[in-house]
């Protein structure tokens, strides 16, 4: 076994194939930044190119790429709060508040040093684990994998809110949302409405890229002036070091739920990250600033997030079954190259399984040093006027959500789901566990089907899935319980009880409670008329929903909840600008669209007048480039 690693550490120090693992860092770091692209983008691109190079060369080159592109999308999620994969949208819910507090070094720093913690314990996972991790996945039945993803929902109920209601119904919605088109189980369309776009469901990137990036674009557009709100302190990296110092055991243990996460098959980092920040925010004694700046919950996440790309590569090498969607490229690069990963093929490659190991551990390092050296001069980008930055930031944004399935439509869908999440977040909503139910929505639907099929409901009886039935009901427990006496804290103890009066104020909170009961109540009717098997998920999502969706309104109309208001005209006014650009496109094409845009956007939020033409004409310029360099067909 050490001669083998000797042998593979001989020739992962060839300059040459150092060479290759650089391009693959520096085209990875890039390519993270893009939304839309992310890992899967990234070793997408350089396939062709690493499939004319030998073995060790060209999978140096891919591991480089996917090493460093989860690192590098905490830049855009931490300066821009536009998360470029779903996986970093808890660094941009932390991170982003940071950055506007000022804390922008802070933020990057803590972030890339999790990061590359997270890449560093996943290789020595990967190098330790491979003998004993065939049978522990093999232990684990489609029962377990049901009820892991359930727990993981379970987690995502209670990020980012003070109401559990509130959290399972964003909840109950995102999985509602991922069993629209195709059911898995049986050959039968579901809420399509006859419109073909819908029969591959939603596209992941589009509902991230909406929730998080179009929301924040909006509402920073609507408030005017930068990112930052307090002057930029360069002096924040090494306060990001003390960070991780302080919060060791939040890194550590992300990282060993973003390795469990990397080993269970087709899971991925987009619900591991976002189980890791569950999991910091339910035990953090102190939640006043969970969602304001608090790193322990992006932390968590950076640290879950490069553990969980690194260990994709166990069932990818066990079992020739893909951890994630980036490890199934890098299969299908193995399989060119002449290796068929199963259990034999550890034994048989231990050369190459080595250059694995060291190519993922030097690239967790390297990637976060490449990203420490660019990120300073990108941060002072936080103290420029906002509408400068957001303009090109717009329009990567809708060139990236093209790319999903190259539909004029992903426009419509992107600026439908950049609504919602404007208006959750303007409704005090919280929008993580959505997108963690749309996450998770298609491992629990295959693995109840899965489970009911071979076993009817005698999984319940594992004594695996009694005890994860357990931990989901004692987490929901002692979540209404924390928000029950988070609410009575705050009531005064001197105030008298007063008699319940119903407030019909109407508010955004008002118009997306009564929004979700109209949904799932038409989703629970429409599902009656589906096949049994077909209308199991959708009924699990919109019964649950529902419930929480009457007790979220009855507690508004009775007043025990405060009016937040409407949004600001400002902020309105931007998202009618974005829909009339949007509405633009299939009628005068992307790129003169996206120029008018551009043009009133940046007239009517900034104070650039002379240079304004130059300015749009540049961004256009990269924009048509980057859609010649990627492949992506321009409407």
């Not at 006859?194 to 589009?206: E, M, N």
């Not at 009694?466 to 319980?481: C, D, E, K």
Request: glycine residues 12%.
């Amino acid at each position: 076994m050490w001669a083998e690693a000797a042998t593979a550490l001989i020739a992962f120090a060839d300059p040459y194939r150092m060479a290759m693992l650089f391009i693959g860092l520096f085209a990875g770091g890039i390519i993270g930044m893009m939304p839309g692209l992310g890992g899967i983008g990234a070793v997408s691109i350089l396939l062709p190119f690493a499939l004319t190079l030998d073995p060790f060369s060209g999978l140096a080159v891919l591991l480089g790429a996917t090493g460093v592109v989860y690192t590098s999308d905490t830049i855009a999620a931490i300066l821009f709060g536009t998360p470029t994969s779903a996986s970093s949208g808890p660094t941009a819910i932390e991170g982003f508040a940071l950055a506007r507090n000022g804390e922008a070094g802070r933020a990057l720093g803590g972030a890339f040093l999790a990061s590359m913690i997270g890449g560093l314990i996943g290789a020595v996972v990967l190098t330790l684990a491979i003998p004993i991790a065939g049978p522990l996945v093999l232990a684990l039945g489609t029962g377990e994998l049901l009820m892991l993803a359930i727990l993981g929902l379970a987690y995502a109920s209670g990020l980012v809110g003070n109401s559990p209601a509130k959290g399972i119904l964003a909840a109950a919605l995102g999985l509602f949302l991922g069993t629209v088109g195709v059911a898995p189980s049986a050959p039968e369309l579901r809420f399509t409405f006859g419109i073909p776009y819908l029969l591959d469901g939603f596209a992941l990137t589009l509902l991230a890229l909406g929730l998080f990036g179009i929301a924040e674009v909006i509402g920073m557009l609507g408030q005017g002036g930068a990112i930052a709100q307090e002057q930029f302190k360069l002096s924040g990296w090494t306060d990001g070091a003390r960070d991780v110092l302080r919060h060791w055991k939040v890194v550590i243990s992300g990282s060993i739920i973003g390795v469990i996460f990397g080993v269970i098959p087709a899971v991925g980092a987009s619900a591991s990250t976002w189980i890791a920040y569950g999991q910091a925010v339910s035990t953090a004694k102190d939640k006043s600033m969970i969602g304001k700046g608090d790193p322990r919950g992006m932390l968590a996440a950076e640290g879950a997030n490069n553990a969980t790309i690194t260990t994709d590569l166990v069932p990818t090498l066990l079992f020739a079954v893909p951890g994630g969607p980036a490890a199934a490229v890098f299969l299908g690069a193995l399989f060119v190259y002449g290796y068929y990963p199963g259990p034999r093929f550890v034994q048989m490659n231990l050369d190459l399984m080595f250059l694995i190991v060291w190519s993922s551990a030097l690239a967790a390092v390297l990637g976060a040093a490449l990203c420490f050296l660019v990120s300073p001069w990108i941060a002072r980008l936080t103290r420029v006027d906002f509408a400068l930055v957001a303009a090109p930031l717009v329009a990567v944004i809708l060139l990236g959500s093209f790319e999903a399935k190259k539909s004029v439509l992903d426009f419509v869908v992107l600026l439908g789901f950049g609504v919602l999440g404007w208006l959750m977040k303007r409704g005090q909503w919280p929008r993580a566990p959505l997108l963690v139910g749309f996450v998770l929505a298609e491992p629990i639907e295959r693995n109840f089907w899965l489970a009911y099929q071979l076993h009817g409901w005698g999984w319940l009886k594992s004594p695996i899935v009694i005890a994860l039935i357990g931990i989901v009901a004692i987490h929901l427990a002692l979540t209404f319980r924390r928000a029950l006496a988070a609410r009575k804290a705050a009531t005064p103890a001197s105030e008298l009880p007063t008699p319940r009066t119903w407030n019909f104020r109407p508010d955004v909170g008002l118009l997306l409670s009564v929004g979700a009961i109209t949904v799932f109540s038409a989703g629970i009717l429409l599902s009656l008329n589906f096949a049994f098997d077909s209308r199991l998920v959708p009924m699990l999502a919109a019964i649950p929903g529902l419930i929480a969706a009457l007790a979220v309104t009855i507690s508004k109309l009775r007043g025990d909840t405060p009016s937040v208001g409407w949004p600001p005209r400002k902020e309105a006014a931007q998202i009618a600008l974005l829909g009339a650009g949007v509405a633009a496109i299939p009628f005068a094409g992307f790129i003169p669209a996206l120029g008018a845009y551009l043009s009133v956007m940046l007239w009517t939020c900034s104070k650039l007048r002379a240079l304004l033409v130059p300015y749009v004409a540049a961004i256009l310029a990269a924009v048509y480039g980057m859609s010649r360099a990627f492949n992506i067909p321009l409407p």
